[in-house]
C-alpha cells in the first residue's frame, strides 16, 4: 500500500467520523432544552424530542423559541 493510498484512507475515515459525529450532535440537541428562554415560554419533553409553547392572546402556540418570543414582544 502506498503512501497516498494510506493518506486518502485516513481522509475518508475522518470524514466518515465526522458525519457520524454531527448525527449524534443533532439527535442529541433535539432532546436538549435551550437556557436562555423567555420567561413565559413552556418546554415539553416527547418522544420526538422537546417542544416549547407559550400562552399567547389567549391561545396556546407552539413553535419556536426564536419565534414565540417575538409573539410575546
Excluded: C
Excluded at 419533553?45 to 419565534?67: D, F, L
Amino acid at each position: 500500500m502506498r503512501l497516498s493510498d494510506v493518506i486518502k484512507q485516513r481522509q475518508a475515515q475522518q470524514v466518515s467520523d465526522e458525519k457520524r459525529w454531527a448525527a449524534l450532535d443533532a439527535e442529541r440537541a433535539k432532546f436538549t432544552v435551550q437556557d436562555s428562554l423567555h420567561p413565559a415560554i413552556g418546554s415539553l419533553m416527547t418522544a420526538t424530542g422537546v417542544k416549547y409553547y407559550a400562552y399567547v392572546n389567549g391561545v396556546y402556540r407552539e413553535g419556536s423559541p426564536e419565534h414565540l418570543t417575538s409573539l410575546l414582544s
